[in-house]
């Protein structure tokens, strides 16, 4: 029995954050309860490295686009090891065996008819690597709320309307095609309303997959890197997948698009998508522009990363948006591992060592049979739970037989049965019942909390791997008795918050920065941070003074260097007048000649002109000027025209 399950393909314009921990460590948990169930289980995730945004983020750094993605792929791969996610694949797009299917299926999905040549017009987030429908020019993505561009290219247009019929029969042949309920009614809508044909190639960047026999296109970001999932798992006979795991925003690609392009090249669905919610940091989504990202592993190092899997499976219903706070994970931490969990283990053990010298007792007939009742109906609570991937239902009926053994055992008083030589058999009855407990609730809790189950595993004395049992163990009575417990010590030991979080703090500021320095980024402030340092600000003028001041609209239509200043470039530069102005701008540190052609910028139009390095400059170009930095050129969110006057 063979189980395939995806997580998206990261991004890599930024660092792993919980967020991409979330996913994943989700995907990780299903694996192991799946292999629980006796799957082989295959977990496949990857980064996501083509596309403009790439582009200009190297760019930007000065580096070529494979280094820059190796690095930041890197890094990912790395946070998945660390923090001890069983991911199987990991498939970069850039990958040549990517790009071999990606064509592979482009072909197929041509030779059957759906996809054809156009011309494409239209409002394109950079951002979101997409076309906006029904924008405007001058209109913001709706996505992510960043300004959106005109670009008009050569595309190949892939059929989506032709499936509009198509899908709308296999969501309703297969309601759990897409889940949640709420995310499968948004994308029904979003089909019901007619589908426009998808435009999967672009001309306008280089950084992608080449286009069989089109030199000059790439394919659209998405239609790659959808295909990873079967690029992951080519060479083993694996499709389709059982599972996409997805964030709630990337439904509509899963859901819609994905199906669409596979039934268009005759090829097998993937079984289910499932979208999650948004972890919310203080109620706020985390976002690079907000500075408010929260990282997996600065919690690992100072209370465990069991510690956070658990936080983020109990506390948020799967499918909602939650909040994460670093007060919330302690306070969860302490109450149900530390005194739930924990402290059932302790005192478990704590008392077959002093009464029965550390060896498992033999059950005793008509003892505790309450509690094996309760642990039937958990069992089978906790199955339903992962099955409807409800993980927040299952830790809390696991939770509930924690908390009914623990009145077992006040009940049963073991510390007076101990003292009664005619209760000796009840004594042997309520310690094996106890360790019975512990036994089926590690288990249970292992696809949550590996790390943590293993060594509560070991502490009883098991002696098979935690990863090896199945699921026929998981019924009452299995425990072996007559065994000897091993070494004890605390699991989950008790954690001040007033301590533990400046220190997660601490070492979360200092992940940031390594990640900024990683990704060659100044680190980016807080959205709210104060500005600090600013240089004083100007003696006050009038406005007609300031009407003295002729700021025009510019279009660069030359830029070269000056030979011999290496700070200096000659622009030429249109302001609508018959000639177009000679300007020498200080810029040459930030930008590169080619960057500018075609770029629109602001310049002080009635300067006197000056005389730079026996060039003639007739005019200033309007920048921020950074500190100790490169000088930024003002620019427009919206298209101006060229000679447009600044008042
Ligand atoms: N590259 C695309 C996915 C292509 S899949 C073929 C992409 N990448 S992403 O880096 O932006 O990752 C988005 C995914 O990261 C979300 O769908 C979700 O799985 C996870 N999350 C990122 N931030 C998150 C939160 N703040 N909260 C929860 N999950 C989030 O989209």
């Given at each position: 029995?063979?189980y ?19 996913t ?44 820059y ?80 561009e ?27 095609f ?17 589908l ?7 001309t ?14 790439v ?190 055992i ?38 949550v ?93 009038d ?28 622009l ?71 000679g447009?006057?600044?008042?």
């Open positions: 029995m063979k395939y399950i995806t997580v998206p393909i990261y991004y890599v314009n930024a660092a792993p954050h919980i967020g991409h921990f979330y994943t460590m989700v995907a990780d948990a299903l694996k192991r309860f799946k292999t629980m169930q006796g799957y082989e289980v295959m977990l496949a995730t990857g980064s996501d490295e083509h596309g403009t945004n790439v582009e200009r983020a190297a760019k930007a750094q000065g580096k070529a686009p494979e280094e993605t190796t690095l930041i792929a890197k890094e990912f791969e790395d946070t998945w090891q660390k923090t001890g996610l069983a991911v199987d694949r990991f498939i970069r797009t850039s990958d040549p065996r990517h790009h071999e299917t990606v064509r592979w299926l482009f072909e197929r999905c041509k030779e059957r008819g759906y996809v054809y040549k156009g011309s494409y017009t239209g409002q394109f987030c950079a951002s979101c690597n997409l076309f906006v429908t029904d924008a405007k020019p001058g209109d913001n993505c709706p996505d992510c709320g960043r300004p959106t005109t670009i008009t290219e050569e595309n190949y247009f892939f059929k989506l309307s032709a499936f509009q019929d198509k899908l709308l029969e296999l969501y309703e042949q297969q309601p759990d897409m889940g949640p309920e709420i995310r499968r009614n948004e994308v029904i809508a979003f089909v019901k309303q007619g426009n044909d998808l435009s999967i190639t672009r306008n960047i280089t950084w992608g997959i080449p286009v069989p026999g089109e030199e000059k296109h394919f659209y970001v998405w239609f790659d890197a959808l295909i990873t999932y079967m690029t992951a798992v080519k060479d083993l006979d694996l499709w389709p997948a059982d599972l996409h795991l997805i964030g709630k925003e990337i439904s509509r690609f899963h859901a819609i698009y994905w199906p669409a392009f596979l039934m268009a090249a005759d090829l097998p669905l993937p079984k289910r998508v499932y979208a999650h919610g948004w972890l919310l940091f203080e109620n706020d989504k985390m976002s690079k522009s907000r500075g408010n990202i929260v990282r997996a592993t600065p919690i690992q190092e100072v209370i465990g990363v069991d510690a956070l899997r658990y936080f983020l499976l109990r506390e948020v219903p799967f499918g909602s948006d939650g909040s994460f706070s670093y007060d919330a994970l302690v306070g969860r931490y302490n109450a149900d591992l530390a005194n739930g969990l924990g402290n059932l283990v302790s005192r478990t053990l704590s008392m077959i060592q002093q009464y029965r010298g550390g060896v498992i007792p033999a059950p005793e007939p008509g003892v505790g049979d309450e509690v094996a009742a309760k642990a039937a109906e958990v069992i089978a609570t906790y199955k339903e739970g992962f099955e409807k991937f409800e993980f927040s239902k299952a830790l809390e009926a696991v939770w509930s037989l924690i908390g009914a053994v623990d009145k077992f006040v009940t049963q008083a073991p510390w007076t049965l101990v003292k009664k030589p005619d209760q000796q058999r009840t004594l042997d009855g309520t310690l094996y019942t106890a360790a019975e407990v512990v036994r089926l609730v590690t288990a249970l809790v292992y696809p909390m590996p790390e943590s189950a293993a060594k509560i595993w070991n502490q009883l004395g098991m002696t098979d791997k935690l990863s090896a049992v199945r699921e026929d163990s998981l019924a009452w009575g299995k425990l072996a008795t007559g065994h000897t417990i091993g070494q004890t010590s605390a699991v989950f030991p008790r954690y001040d918050a007033k301590i533990v979080i400046p220190k997660m703090l601490d070492l979360e500021v200092a992940e940031k920065a390594r990640q900024a320095a990683l990704m060659g980024k100044k680190e980016e402030p807080a959205a709210d941070a104060a500005p600090s340092n600013i240089s004083p600000i100007a003696d006050p003028i406005i007609e003074a300031f009407g003295k001041v002729d700021l025009r609209v510019g279009k660069v239509l030359k830029a070269d260097k000056v030979k011999g200043a290496d700070k200096l470039l000659h030429s530069v249109d302001i609508g007048e018959p000639e177009p102005r000679s300007i020498v701008a200080g810029i040459a540190l930030a930008y590169q000649p080619d960057q500018l052609i075609g770029r629109k910028v602001v310049i002080v139009a009635n300067l006197l002109p000056r005389k730079l390095r026996g060039l003639t400059s007739q005019g200033m170009i309007v920048a921020a000027s950074l500190e100790g930095g490169s000088p930024v050129l003002a620019s427009f969110l919206e298209d101006v025209p060229v447009a006057r600044l008042k």
